[in-house]
């Protein structure tokens, strides 16, 4: 009597891969119930990955009152939403943070003009507390 497999397609970052810089490459192929693939297992490059999964995609940021700042996709279901929310604290991050990264004198010196981008970042945080109390101001009338 001939041996009769279910496999199912599999699709996942290679084993070896680092959570937090992504994986190296991705592979495809099939598996037993067991998880154990069956035939070839096909190895693919993560930039021809990315760009197929995220060309449907579009991201947004929102900000709650607080001043966390939220990433959404949009255009691909809930999958992409899920993952973003696995990341954990990566996908909320209070404005401050943000800027607190911005500054880091790593990233400054890789500017063409430090001065005028600060200038402009000041500027509009400038702008953002006077809409906060604005808004402050609103509420307690």
Do not use: C
């Amino acid at each position: 009597m001939p041996l009769t497999v279910t496999l199912t397609a599999y699709f996942r970052p290679d084993a070896a891969a680092d959570p937090l810089i992504g994986p190296e490459r991705y592979v495809a192929g099939f598996e037993d119930p067991d998880g154990e693939p069956w035939g070839i297992s096909v190895p693919l490059e993560p930039d021809d990955v990315d760009a197929v999964v995220l060309a449907g995609i579009a991201f947004s940021i929102s900000m709650e009152l607080d001043g966390t700042l939220l990433i959404e996709a949009e255009g691909r279901g809930d999958a992409a939403n899920e993952a973003i929310a696995k990341r954990g604290h990566l996908a909320r991050l209070p404005l401050d943070e943000i800027v607190r990264a911005a500054l880091d004198a790593d990233l400054m010196v890789m500017e063409d003009d430090a001065e005028a981008a600060l200038g402009t970042l000041r500027g509009r945080l400038l702008e953002a507390i006077e809409l906060v109390d604005q808004a402050l101001s609103e509420e307690e009338t």
